[in-house]
């Protein structure tokens, strides 16, 4: 077999493999480093790469590559999945969406990709990850959450032959109902995206809500999800479960809150709403009723803002446009 090497994890059998790649420096000149665990079927065959927490905020994601692994047994796989649980680590650290260490520089990993050696802190650790994901990868699966715990949809890049195919199989696998097949032009700066661009099938996640906001349940779920996905791409062995037909998007429309004050969302994901329902209202500092906001566009629900407060400017509202079941 041919070894497959990032960081200091280094898989040139079958096994499972743990090890760290450094990705930048703290400012005292100390390591900044990820985790990495390669899972090394007994036969080669497709890579899966998956990665969770590009922001560091979105726990729920390290949680379902955690399960997941540790569903894997290497004596029936063909293939490898190679698996960065913490992307984003030191925003990670710091219970924040971007690094701490970031200043004038783009600081959202996720419009970071393929990554800058010459950039700022977040370009500089996306390029080291790149690297390594566009030299073994054949799959990306990559997760993120919205707001809430019932945040349940995804994305794949559809930019045309076989990363197209490649990337609506991991989709139809993954199972979740509503979903968006991502055109060029759009999440510039995501891996997944960035991986489209050089061949690789590539596929979002986006399950459970920030922070503390996800359940036990919901990574139970994700986790069979991705190995109906392993199965489907041929790691795995068995049956394909055949999910409901997805429920596809032209785009999807983000809608930022006109004013601040204290707020209550009056919708949840997955509902379909027309333009101008009553998606929320705000409330003054006395708990009386102090004005309605309506839906900018008619779609699915793909994410909303809980409250209790929000920030004037903050996201209110995520509408997956023109929605259709195929």
């Known amino acids: 077999m041919q070894l497959i090497e990032v960081g200091s994890a280094r898989a040139d059998k079958a096994g499972r493999f743990d090890g760290a790649l450094k990705v930048a420096e703290h400012p005292d000149g100390s390591p900044v480093e990820i985790p990495v665990t390669i899972v090394r079927g007994a036969k080669d065959g497709p890579v899966m790469w998956m990665h969770a927490c590009v922001h560091g905020d979105e726990y729920c994601g390290t949680f379902n590559v955690h399960s997941f692994v540790r569903s894997l047994d290497p004596a029936e796989m063909t293939g490898t999945v190679i698996a960065l649980p913490i992307l984003n680590i030191t925003a990670f650290r710091a219970y924040h969406r971007m ?62 032959g076989d990363v197209s195919k490649g990337g609506r199989l991991m989709a139809e696998a993954f199972g979740y109902e509503n979903t968006l097949p991502t055109p060029k032009g759009t999440l510039v700066g995501s891996a997944m995206m960035s991986a489209a661009a050089d061949g690789i099938p590539a596929y979002i996640a986006e399950a459970g809500g920030l922070g503390t906001s996800f359940s036990m349940e919901t990574v139970k779920d994700v986790t069979e999800r991705l190995r109906n996905v392993a199965r489907a791409i041929g790691i795995l062995p068995g049956e394909v479960t055949k999910y409901e037909p997805l429920t596809t998007f032209s785009n999807f429309h983000w809608a930022n809150a006109p004013r601040g004050g204290l707020f209550r969302p009056s919708v949840r994901t997955g509902i379909q709403v027309q333009e101008g329902d009553v998606v929320g209202t705000y409330y003054n500092l006395h708990g009386e009723a102090d004005g309605d906001v309506t839906a900018p566009a008619s779609g699915v629900v793909l994410a909303y803002h809980p409250g209790p407060i929000i920030p004037q400017g903050d996201v209110l509202i995520h509408i997956g446009l023109n929605p259709q079941t195929a």
């Open 99 to 160: 690094s701490p260490f970031e200043g004038f520089n783009n600081g959202d990993m996720n419009r970071c990709f393929p990554g800058n050696p010459n950039g700022g802190f977040t370009e500089q650790m996306a390029h080291v990850v790149y690297q390594h994901l566009k030299k073994y990868a054949t799959h990306l699966v990559d997760f993120h959450t919205a707001f809430t715990a019932d945040t349940r949809w995804a994305l794949y890049a559809d930019t045309g």
